[in-house]
């Protein structure tokens, strides 16, 4: 079913193509740990997007095809465990350019301002991506994604991971990923249930930064530097010296990050702690 949607993208193995699985999320060594009690976080993002001739690609559709289907099913752990001596990443582009990490600090600030900044991001968070294939337009110049595949992931993946992982707060990146999360979470959790806090940002590429969140809002009154030490403030100094996935010759870690997409993480903080706010309003009313 998967291989006959448009623009779905298969491994090239051998001059044929080899089937690319979903996969199961990243979880943090500690995401199960007493520390995350009351505070797991769940990030969805949109498609993973390869290209059929990448070289991790091709390896994960021959060890699905023909291996053991460890590494190709559990391709965001394995990758995650491979790189973080060198540059941490786990497959899912605004992870691995450190943007979701400093979102999910953010929300662990949020919740809890007097340990957040002690133990690692990474260790405490689970991520993944809410369509678990990649796609790209007919001349496999430019990705694009496949609606369907966001309501069938649900269906086949995001469901049973939601259930397993039992995250207190889902962070949903963009505002696809939201609507399918919160359509399907009302639709299927039934009275009484545990229901996750969905918590929305926007979708951290540097193309919506840059077009949205380059610049000061005019009714910010503190100086970017303070700004910068503030988002800061909620990582651990070894997460904020951690080298990140980039295109720059330059080594760029978390800090650097921050430093350059401050107006973005100044705004998430704002909208975060207002929702965070209402949901809190909502509880006390109920």
């Known amino acids: 079913m998967v291989s006959s949607w448009p623009g779905v993208v298969n491994a090239r193995v051998d001059g044929g193509t080899g089937f690319l699985p979903g996969y ?14 009351g505070r797991r976080i769940l990030a969805y993002a949109m498609s993973q997007n390869l ?13 699905f095809q023909s291996g053991a289907g460890v590494e190709a099913l ?11 001596s060198r540059c941490i990443g786990i497959m899912m582009y605004p992870f691995d350019t450190g943007h979701v990490p400093i979102l999910c600090a953010i929300v662990r600030y949020l919740l809890d301002e007097t340990k957040a900044n002690e133990s690692s991001i990474y260790s405490e968070i689970s991520a993944t991506n809410l369509s678990k294939f990649s796609f790209r337009t007919a001349d496999y110049r430019l990705t694009q994604d496949y609606g369907k595949s966001f309501w069938c992931c649900w269906d086949w993946f995001s469901r049973v ?13 963009g505002k696809r990923v939201s609507r399918v999360v919160r359509t399907k979470i009302q639709e ?16 951290p590429s540097l193309r919506v930064i840059n077009k949205w969140y380059r610049k000061q809002k005019e009714n910010e009154v503190s100086s970017k530097d303070e700004c910068i030490a503030r988002i ?27 430093a350059r997409d401050i107006w973005y993480f100044v705004s998430m903080h704002e909208s975060l702690r207002d929702q965070l706010k209402r949901t809190a309003a909502a509880e006390l009313v109920c």
């Open 161 to 173: 991971e939601i259930e397993v992982l039992e995250p207190n707060y889902i962070l949903c990146c």
């Open 74 to 84: 559990d391709r965001q752990n394995c990758h995650y465990s491979a790189t973080r």
């Open 24 to 37: 199961v999320p990243f979880i943090g060594v500690d995401y199960f740990s007493g520390r995350t009690r």
């Open 188 to 203: 299927e959790l039934k009275d009484g249930a545990r229901v996750p806090v969905l918590l929305d940002v926007a979708f």
């Open 51 to 63: 290209r059929g001739n990448e070289q991790f690609a091709v390896r994960w559709a021959q060890d």
């Open 232 to 258: 800061m403030a909620m990582l651990s100094q070894d997460d904020l010296n951690l080298r990140i996935k980039c295109k720059s010759s330059k080594d760029v870690t978390l800090k650097d990050v921050i």
